[in-house]
T-cell receptor, first 115, second 113 residues
């Protein structure tokens, strides 16, 4: 089983609040990702990182920001949450490196509800 | 735009039967494909992958077939079990194993006892 963790698992907050979703992995993976997923729908990439001090925006526009100060930690922050941010947020990591497969290990997700 | 999609949103099979889940992709430059399984309340879990230089790959009870001519990918599950009930996603990437994944819409597999 993959060693990638997300907290909190569930979060209900009011509009305008600042929140940070935590993601940590203990596998020493370089590449990490954040996806947004509505129930039963496909995953949309919102942020990714190649390693420490690297952050990139994904295919889906997002008002969130990320940071990568340590290899194992890739938090996602929403400065001012809105109801449109209600969704499930999935974090993933992959070993990366030339010749290695692209098997992404996923965390259990954070289900966010903004009232 | 380029996307990965699935033909059917839901699939219901009898326990013990074989399941076939299909996926169509539109980008002929994609060269690496993965199938994921997502159970309710959990993150996706890797099932099997295949590179574009192959047309078939087998795992334990699962087989992935790739038809590059028609840009079609399928996942076959042998002797489907209740524990196979989940949403299945295919994903594609360009640039081999280093590219970002593009996920298709899932197919929900329900296994009847």
């Amino acid at each position: 089983e993959a060693d990638i963790y997300q907290t909190p698992r569930y979060l209900v907050i009011g509009t305008g609040k600042k929140i940070t979703l935590e993601c940590s992995q203990t596998m020493g993976h370089d590449k990490m990702y954040w996806y947004q997923q509505d129930p039963g729908m496909e995953l949309h990439l919102i942020h990714y990182s190649y390693g420490v001090n690297s952050t990139e925006k994904g295919d889906l526009s997002s008002e969130s920001t990320v940071s990568r100060i340590r290899t194992e930690h890739f938090p996602l922050t929403l400065e001012s949450a809105r109801p449109s941010h209600t969704s499930q947020y999935l974090c993933a990591s992959v070993e990366g490196g030339r010749g290695r497969n692209n098997e992404q290990f996923f965390g259990p997700g954070t289900r966010l509800t903004v009232l | 735009g380029e996307s990965v999609g699935l033909h059917l949103p839901t699939l219901s099979v009898q326990e013990g039967d074989n399941s076939i889940i299909n996926c169509a992709y539109s980008n002929s430059a994609s060269d690496y494909f993965i199938w994921y399984k997502q159970e309710s309340g959990k993150g996706p879990q890797f099932i099997i992958d295949i590179r574009s230089n192959m047309d078939k790959r087998q795992g334990q009870r699962v087989t992935v077939l790739l038809n590059k001519t028609v840009k079609h990918l399928s996942l076959q599950i042998a002797a489907t079990q209740p524990g196979d009930s989940a949403v299945y996603f295919c994903a594609e990437t360009q640039g081999g194993s280093q590219g970002n994944l593009i996920f298709g819409k899932g197919t929900k597999l329900s296994v009847k006892p």
